[in-house]
């Protein structure tokens, strides 16, 4: 097994050499490097299937069971949001905010954070009374009150639609210029990736294959043509072909007639203009 130190170095996040593997015919994560500095927010993106989760679950320490090793480092408090909230309906939003927390003012963190993503005023509501997006914010509030010094996220927004997106986009970005965590953050929206980081990683073949610095500071624009380079520079590292204009390329019918492998599946197609 990895060891999994709560050390804190230089850097928020050290992997060293990280291996993972499921069953004996190969490795889904083969001997991965990886760095996150304090305060820096990384998106992670690949094919399905490629070990995102596998990477963040390791990251969390939520992984025992499974073969590998390598060296992990991450700070004291970490903190995990996944795609569904996993609010436990048969508790209020406040309490679930506060599930586990110590301190006894912790039911008044719990509502701060709560107001903090906009949901002043429905502490005492059943989890189930909740919108999907209401109930991603009362996860997010879950994962602030407990000051995390890294935020996991695991395609945090891949079940919301499209508007209810874009405001969590805005309000992870005012929480994280608030609190400063790292992040490590998986989706399947190249656009997320690049509106939200400071870098985007790319995990193929078990390993970061592409590691892009978003340097556009805070007012990203997609139609701005930096952001556009930097779309069609991650499509290509996630294998999607695009054409001159930037559009992703119809399959070649006999690449569809053969075994070879859509390097592209499961990753948000979109132009590149
Ligand atoms: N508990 C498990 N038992 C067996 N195989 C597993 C287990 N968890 C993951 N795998 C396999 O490991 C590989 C990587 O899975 P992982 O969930 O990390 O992919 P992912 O990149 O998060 O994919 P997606 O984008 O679809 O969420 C897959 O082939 C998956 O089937
Ligand atoms: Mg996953």
Known sequence: MATHAGELTQEAVRVEGLHRSFNKTGGVLNGLDLEIAPGEFVAL????????STLLRALAGLDRGVDGWGRISV????SMVFQDSRLLPWRRVLDNVVLG???????????KALAEVGLA??????????????A???????????????LLADEPFGALDALTRLNMHTLLRELCERHRPSVLLVTHDVDEAIVLADRVIVLD???????????LGSRRDPADPRFAALRRQLLN??????DADGLVRDPDPDDLASDRPDRSRGVDRKAAS
């Open 45 to 52: 993106i690949g094919r399905s299937g490629s070990g995102k």
């Open 205 to 215: 073949g078990g390993v970061i294959q592409s590691d892009v610095r978003i340097d």
């Open 121 to 134: 005023g429905r502490e005492r509501a059943w989890a189930h009374q909740l919108s999907g997006g209401e």
């Open 101 to 111: 927390l110590g301190g006894r003012d912790a039911k008044d963190r719990g509502r």
């Open 237 to 242: 590292a996630l294998g999607v072909d695009l």
């Open 75 to 78: 700070p004291d408090k970490v």
């Open 136 to 150: 991603q914010r009362a996860a997010l509030a879950r994962s602030l009150v407990r000051d995390p010094q890294l």
